[in-house]
């Protein structure tokens, strides 16, 4: 359908405001993600790199989204709409990313459990920053080409509102479609085959991580739980856009296509960040940490806190008598 004589309905706006909603929620939470990945100590090696990569570049796409549907489809900015080509190749290319640093973080965590006298050769600092750099040199690259050669565009579709390849263009056709699902099935696939090594060494091999201390083993297994639940969450949403618009009761409609991929995907954008908030225990513990050390310190400067601290000294007992501090001999 041309987007330029598209007529706009209540769905529309609906669909837009759910959207919209859904991605601002997920944006605040990747922000958390991302300020933690600055702030927590264990999350300043090779795996917070790592995790700190895969958030921002969700925020790359969780921005493009919040754009296109809050202005250009709630608030009916034609021109937004008209040019939904831009946003929906940026999500493509920002998709390919996402699933390669995915990829890199299973990899990252199945060297930490498997292979840990390895790890530093492999996942070194220096050596995380070069392949955060591949991670966007290559999948980029690719989707690249694809976009500025062979002039390739998702545009959107107001069926599902949602994008998809504009097969009218010659140069491309279904070439960019092909690639983006090829990969994401090769890619996803490859995680698959990292997470179930993970859990296998987890589960089944006692003494799997050698002579590190009690606390590197919690903080590493830990780690690795987060990103086995994110890998089982990643493949139940590939699952659910393979079968979910035949699972859906009814007839075929725009909105059964919407919860079928728009409404799920965008639905990621919440999901990912939440996994590393809520089963990561650093982060769990700098949040309600960090909550309750403001707390107690906004109670301690108040006023009220201020003159009952003068009204009842520290050095006095129970019996008003002023308690004499104690001297030890040289």
């Known amino acids: 359908m041309n987007n330029s004589t598209m007529e706009r309905t209540t769905d529309d706006v609906i669909a837009g405001a759910v959207i919209s909603v859904m991605v601002f929620i997920g944006f605040l939470l990747i922000i958390t993600v991302l300020i933690g990945c600055y702030r927590i100590p264990a999350m300043r090696g090779s795996f917070g790199i790592l995790t700190a990569n895969q958030n921002f570049s ?10 296109f549907y809050s202005f250009g489809l709630t608030l009916d900015y034609r021109f937004l709409v008209e040019n939904s080509g831009y946003f929906g190749n940026c999500s493509a290319l920002i998709l390919t990313v996402i699933t390669t640093n995915f990829l890199l973080i299973s990899l990252n965590r199945t060297c930490a459990i498997c292979f840990p006298i390895y790890y530093k050769l492999f996942f070194g600092q220096k050596m995380v920053l070069i392949l955060v750099f591949i991670c966007w040199l290559i999948p980029g690259g690719i989707s690249c080409y694809y976009i500025f050669e062979l002039h390739c565009k998702l545009t959107f579709s107001q069926f599902g509102w949602l994008f998809t390849s504009d097969l009218t263009i010659v ?7 092909n690639f983006l699902l090829k990969s994401q099935t090769w890619l996803s696939a490859l995680i698959g085959v990292a ?16 002579s590190m201390s009690a606390d590197k083993k919690r903080t590493e297994k830990n780690f690795a739980i987060q990103v086995l639940i994110q890998g089982i969450v990643f493949n139940l949403h590939a699952l659910w856009l393979s079968n979910a618009f035949n699972w859906l009761p009814g007839a075929p409609s725009s909105w059964k296509l919407f919860f ?8 990621l954008m919440i999901f990912d960040p939440a996994v590393v908030i809520v089963f990561n225990r650093e982060f769990r513990h700098w949040i309600f940490h960090s909550r309750s050390t403001v707390f107690v310190a906004t109670i301690s400067a108040s006023p009220g806190a201020q003159r009952s601290s003068r009204s009842n ?5 129970s019996s008003g008598m002023f308690r004499m501090p104690s001297t030890t001999a040289a």
């Open 171 to 177: 140069t491309c056709g279904a070439q960019f479609k």
């Open 313 to 317: 000294p520290k050095s006095t007992n």
């Open 58 to 67: 969700q925020l790359i796409a969780c921005i493009a989204t919040i754009i």
């Open 260 to 267: 079928t991929i728009t409404f799920s995907s965008n639905l």
């Open 195 to 210: 997470d179930l090594a993970t859990l296998y060494l987890l589960g089944c091999k006692t003494n799997v991580m050698g």
